[in-house]
């Protein structure tokens, strides 16, 4: 956001109705009650069930929880800078939905997790790291905020490797850096 509080309320009713849209479309998971998407899956990336087979459709993958904390709170920031104090009830609701949304966890293996379960990767150096948008662009996965996070986001590249196409080089370059 750079201060232009015209072009902000101009826009807020994109975030609003985008906000709007998600709360009304997350579930409660039945192991943590964690507020999800489902179905959903992480872009064009597959993992293992138990059994061997490969499946793409899950709840709650680490990209969408990433998304809507990120949109929930541009939403209630923006209403906060516009004094849209009519607004409080609605940024309340989305407040609490945000305190419940599934956070984003590190595995057994050291490395963020791309799915809400811990599943094995049918491609463990598949191109996408949409997992690791809230390093880049996003902002909850930071060396000084969440070592921790920053630390796991580094294993997951380091782990997918740098092979790719040249659109997931590029992302790459900028997660790394």
């Given at each position: 956001f750079t201060g232009d509080k015209k072009f902000l309320a101009r826009i807020y009713p994109v975030l609003k109705g985008s906000a709007q849209f998600y709360s009304d479309l997350?579930?409660?998971?039945?192991?943590?009650?964690?507020?999800?998407?489902?179905?959903?899956?992480?872009?064009?990336?597959?993992?293992?069930l138990p059994t061997g087979k490969r499946a793409n459709v899950c709840m709650g993958p680490t990209i969408d929880q990433q998304l809507i904390r990120y949109l929930f709170n541009a939403t209630i920031e923006s209403a906060k800078i516009l004094g849209l104090t009519a607004e409080e009830t609605f940024t309340a609701g989305l407040a609490a939905q945000r305190a419940r949304l599934a956070p984003t966890r590190i595995g057994s293996d050291g490395r963020i997790m791309e799915w809400?379960?811990?599943?094995?990767?049918a491609e463990p150096s598949h191109r996408h790291v949409s997992h690791l948008w809230g390093l880049y662009p996003g902002?909850?996965?930071?060396?000084?905020?969440s070592p921790d996070l920053a630390e796991a986001a580094r294993k997951s590249l380091e782990a997918r490797g740098d092979a790719g196409t040249g659109w997931s080089i590029a992302y790459k370059l900028n997660l790394w850096a």
């Open positions: 997350l579930i409660a998971e039945p192991k943590n009650q964690w507020l999800v998407t489902a179905p959903s899956n992480s872009p064009e990336n597959a993992f293992l809400l379960e811990e599943y094995k990767e902002h909850e996965i930071s060396p000084r905020r």
